[in-house]
């Protein structure tokens, strides 16, 4: 079993042998489409390995909330899409019979209230973005949240980037070709710098926030 | 103390009087903006009295994501705005002290829960509102929602606003001129009818669910 090792111990420390074997457990292929909106009935779910999307979507176009990452629970009660992204391992279990079962158990709000409280952030971060900001200004705000994760070097902070052009877009609300062309104009005007495939350094962090207020635009 | 009887009992279930002596209490006029966003220290707060609305806000625009009825808990470091609709009381806890003691209390988990998958939830419908939605298509959804609350009558189901058109505007991401004349138009067309100052009858349900993908636009 190759769960991350925080994460692991995260559930190990919370959840018991015997709490866990009251879970059903599936191995799940990537692709695999585990809930929509509307499922029934409601169940919470716990990654044990792999990773999990949650978005939503139209006939046209999908949009990022999370990736769920091992050791993390959900509910699938939200109106959102999950699917798996990798091959994953995945415990579930009706909500009602965790509410009556496992709620009360010590440890279980920490295991749950990060990971809501974190989509819930990405939810009000990505409301904000749609509601009053364009795409250069999103795009802005992501590697600014990025960068409080990166590293300080001489020429600014690095930022190493999972995600793909289109897998950003899909965050933002916008095309991989508006993410693309709006990256390749932050490097020709020296606001950052992508030395490896999946490295960038923002050099000029101030530019971005005020691409963040809308300044992009102005600017182009 | 005018506490709403099912969220006083849920309270006194959860919280005894002990645990409550530890937060710290506030009594707050209508008005009062009790956090906004990169506020510090994170703060639990649990409303026992009045209203709190919880909404993200630029120079020119303010959007709800849920109002908060007493015997309802949250936290401050979400990044939105929480001001006082009404006169207030609110008992509140650093996060950090919160995690420290009470975090483990049996029944926490159902009392935290609750409120935070329904701001969920709202915040997710109104990502997809903002994103794939017209006005009139948000409109339609609202009222879709409001319905599984209404009652049923003879012409169709009734439902009970207590949100003004300008409140309902701020749900929406909408101006309270563009609902106003949306509910115009939708009794000119015979889809709903308004009885009563707070009072409203979906007679056409069928159609709300046609304008919510997104036909209202083509009909007009």
């Known amino acids: 079993m190759s769960l991350h090792p925080t ?4 559930l190990v420390a919370a959840m018991p042998e015997a709490l866990l074997s009251r879970f059903a457990r599936q191995r799940l292929l990537a692709g695999f489409l585990v809930s929509a909106p509307r499922a029934k009935p409601d169940r919470i779910l716990m990654l044990r390995e792999g990773r ?15 990736y769920l990452a091992p050791g993390e629970l959900f509910s699938t009660h939200t109106g959102a ?3 798996c992204e990798s091959e994953s391992e995945l ?9 009556r079962t496992m709620a009360n158990e010590p440890g ?13 952030d990405n939810s009000i ?6 509601a009053f900001r364009d795409v250069a200004g999103r795009l802005a705000r992501f590697l600014l949240v990025a960068a ?30 508006t993410v693309s062309s709006l990256l390749s104009r932050m490097e020709r005007e020296a606001i950052i710098s992508r030395p490896g495939r999946k ?22």
Chains 1, 2 share one sequence.
């Open 7 to 10: 994460a692991a111990h995260r």
């Open 52 to 66: 999990i999307r949650v978005f939503v979507a139209n006939e046209d176009k999908e949009l990022t909330l999370a």
């Open 81 to 83: 899409y999950l699917r």
């Open 91 to 99: 415990l579930s279990m009706p909500v009602a019979e965790f509410a």
């Open 108 to 120: 279980m709000l920490g295991l749950i209230m990060p990971v809501l409280g974190r989509i819930l």
């Open 125 to 130: 971060a990505l409301i904000e973005d749609l």
């Open 148 to 177: 409080r994760q990166g590293n300080r070097v001489p020429q600014g902070v690095q930022v190493t980037l999972d995600l793909s052009a289109g897998e950003i877009a899909q965050l933002l609300g916008a095309t991989r070709q």
């Open 199 to 220: 490295q960038l350094v923002i050099l000029q962090a101030d530019v971005l926030l005020r691409w963040q207020e809308g300044e992009a635009a102005e600017a182009a």
